[in-house]
């Protein structure tokens, strides 16, 4: 049991949120100093009040701190908003990654366009020498005379092995 209790801790995953749940702790901090050290005073300049959780509405015996619950909220948006930020970031980045590995980015830059374009011309002269070796498109069985596709390793018809004569099919 402690064996897979280790397994499971030092799995990537969890080593990962680990490190999430720790930079948000601290990441929470720096917000709500953010709010109350910052943003709070600021709005004490419109407001009168510095210290938001001193707001209480009464209603006979039940006080209800309306100013912590704005406080908290202020943070909460913050936060949210920081969050959505570095997954629009994080997200734009891995979509860019992507097209850059499938080779689908559109803007690249003269210099590259210009060397895609010299490597194509290369490749079709490199074809144009290659015409001669072409391989056919069908062949005939040798065991029942039916035409079958070049590539093929076995006859589709009589379903006799073939001797496979371009190595690019063998195993």
Avoid at 8 to 22: L, P, W, Y
Avoid at 37 to 64: E, H, Q, R, W, Y
Avoid at 85 to 106: H, P, W
Avoid at 123 to 136: A, C, D, I, L, R
């Amino acid at each position: 049991m402690l064996k897979e209790f280790k397994e499971f801790a030092t799995r990537g995953n969890i080593m990962d949120m680990a490190i999430g749940v720790i930079i948000g702790g601290a990441f929470q901090k720096i917000v709500t100093s953010l709010v109350n050290d910052i943003i709070m005073p600021t709005v004490a300049i419109f407001t009168g009040k510095v210290d938001f959780s001193d707001l209480i509405f009464t209603v006979g015996n039940a006080s209800i701190k309306y100013g912590a619950f704005v406080t908290a909220i202020i943070d909460f948006l913050i936060i949210a908003f920081s969050i959505f930020i570095a997954i629009k970031t994080a997200n734009s980045i891995n979509k860019r990654m992507e097209k850059i590995a499938k080779g689908e980015l559109d803007k690249l830059n003269k210099k590259t366009k210009r060397l895609l374009k010299n490597k194509k011309e290369e490749q079709k002269s490199e074809k144009s020498v290659e015409t001669e070796e072409e391989t056919p498109e069908s062949k005939t069985c040798p065991y029942c005379f039916s035409e079958i596709n070049y590539k093929a390793t076995r006859c589709p018809h009589c379903t006799s092995e073939l001797e496979c004569k371009n190595t690019s099919n063998t195993l």
